[in-house]
């Protein structure tokens, strides 16, 4: 795994970056706006009943301000694609971002408080956020193989997806198959 989130990104970086933007775009007309978050926020609302619903959305909104500041490079008030490429791909300060939201995100699906994932807790995160499944991904994550995730692990497999460019590394399926 990459030290920054520098260089020219490669095809696998591409595919995640393009996935995950697709998921975060809940209006699908190509742009990242608050609004997108807000509609990200209600779908795991509805996945999870309510539960947490505010730390979520708290999550959500400043992990929109800070893609924001890092990423709208032409001053329009939403992030492309390509402006998010361009700054996973740009100077590293990504990198404490990346960090700081999965220490949030693994706080806000950690719906019992245990401080750690369950399978069941990290299905509902990948089922708000894609719509897709977790079944394969979990296994892959859980590399003590205890059941759960920790906050440790969830956060070194958030910055893989974000930063890492190995097909094989756990975190390339933080959101399950890209």
Excluded: C
Aim: aromatic share 10%.
């Amino acid at each position: 795994m990459p030290a920054t989130l520098e260089g020219v990104p490669s095809d696998l970086q591409t595919r995640k970056i393009s996935f995950v933007f697709r998921a975060m775009d809940g209006d699908g007309d190509g742009v990242l706006r608050r609004s997108d978050f807000d509609l990200l926020a209600d779908r795991w609302a509805a996945v999870r009943g309510g539960a947490h619903e505010e730390r979520m959305r708290e999550t959500l909104r400043a992990w929109w301000e800070a893609l924001y500041a890092t990423s709208d490079q032409d001053g329009d008030g939403g992030v492309t694609a390509s402006e998010l490429m361009s700054a996973v791909d740009g100077d590293g300060t990504m990198i404490d971002l990346v960090v700081a939201t999965a220490v949030a995100m693994f706080e806000a699906v950690d719906s019992d408080g245990d401080g750690r994932v369950s399978e069941a807790e990290y299905a509902q995160l990948v089922r708000a956020w894609t719509g897709g499944t977790s079944v394969h991904a979990f296994a892959r994550l859980d590399l003590d193989g205890d059941g759960y995730l920790s906050k440790q692990e969830f956060a070194r497999h958030w910055l893989e997806f974000w930063a890492g460019d190995d097909e094989d590394a756990p975190g390339t399926y933080v959101f399950g198959e890209v």
